[in-house]
C-alpha cells in the first residue's frame, strides 16, 4: 500500500503549457517536500511546506499544503524543457520524524 | 565534503555474493539515511542513522540486509547472498538532525544482480 500517491504518473507537455502534480494520502503528515530527481542522480530539494494550507512559490512553482495537511500540489507556470524530470512528493508523517514516506512520483517531459 | 559521496556508482554481481555500499555524508550532518528505488516501487526507506547508533531500520527487507556507521560519518550497507530482487538503486542521504529533513541525496549505487 502506497501512502503518497501521485498523479498523474507520466506527464509530456510542450514548453510554454501549464501543468499541475497532485500528491494525495489519507494520512496526516507533519510536513511534506517536493524534490525533482534527473537520471542518475539523486533527489533534489525544492521546497518544505510545514503548515496546512501554506502556499510557497519558486519563481515558476508554486506548492500548496492541503488545509488537513494529507495533501499537496505542485504547479508550474510556462514549463521549459529544463524542468523535465520526476517530481517526488515526500512526507514525514506524524511522530515518525526519522525518514520520508515518498509518493509514486510524476515523470515530466518538456518539449520544444 | 561538499555532498554526499556514494560508491561504487554501479555494481554488477553474481546472485549469492555479498556486497558493500559505501555512503560519505555531509561533514557536520548527524543523521543519515539509505533509501531503495526501484522500479515499480518508488522510493524505499531502509534505515535510518543518528550519529552512530540505528534507532529506526524498520525498512531492512530481509535479515541478509545490514548497516553500520562509524565516527559519526562514514556508512556502509552490506547485502549478503545477493538475490535478483536486490537490483535496484541504493541512495544515501544526509541532514543536519533529526527533527527534520530536507536531506541532501547522494547519486546513488546501482546494484545489478545477476
Known amino acids: 500500500t502506497q501512502l503518497l500517491e501521485q498523479s498523474p504518473q507520466f506527464l509530456s507537455i510542450q514548453e510554454g503549457e501549464n501543468l499541475t502534480v497532485y500528491c494525495n494520502s489519507s494520512?496526516?503528515?507533519?510536513?511534506l517536500q517536493w524534490y525533482r530527481q534527473e537520471p542518475g542522480e539523486g533527489p533534489v530539494l525544492l521546497v518544505t511546506?510545514?503548515?496546512?494550507?501554506e502556499v510557497k512559490k519558486l519563481k515558476r512553482l508554486t506548492f500548496q499544503f492541503g488545509d488537513a495537511r494529507k495533501d499537496s500540489s505542485l504547479h508550474i507556470t510556462a514549463a521549459q524543457p529544463g524542468d523535465t524530470g520526476l517530481y517526488l512528493c515526500?512526507?514525514?508523517?506524524?511522530?515518525?520524524?526519522?525518514?520520508?514516506?515518498f509518493g509514486t512520483g510524476t515523470r515530466l517531459q518538456v518539449t520544444l | 565534503g561538499a555532498g554526499v559521496s556514494q560508491s561504487p556508482s554501479n555494481k554488477v554481481t553474481e546472485k549469492g555474493k555479498d556486497v558493500e555500499l559505501r555512503c560519505d555524508p555531509i561533514s557536520g550532518h548527524t543523521a543519515l539515511y539509505w533509501y531503495r528505488q526501484s522500479l515499480g516501487q518508488g522510493l524505499e526507506f531502509l534505515i535510518y542513522f543518528q550519529g552512530n547508533s540505528a534507532p529506526d531500520k524498520s525498512g531492512l527487507p530481509s535479515d541478509r540486509f545490514s548497516a553500520e556507521r562509524t565516527g559519526g560519518s562514514v556508512s556502509t550497507l552490506t547485502i549478503q547472498r545477493t538475490q535478483q530482487e536486490d537490483s535496484a538503486v541504493y541512495l544515501c542521504?544526509?541532514?543536519?538532525?533529526?527533527?527534520?529533513?530536507?536531506?541532501?541525496f547522494g547519486s546513488g549505487t546501482r546494484l545489478t544482480v545477476v
Open positions: 511546506v510545514v503548515t496546512g494550507g
Open positions: 542521504a544526509s541532514s543536519l538532525g533529526r527533527q527534520l529533513p530536507p536531506h541532501t
Open positions: 515526500a512526507g514525514v508523517r506524524t511522530g515518525t520524524a526519522s525518514k520520508l514516506t
Open positions: 494520512s496526516v503528515f507533519s510536513s
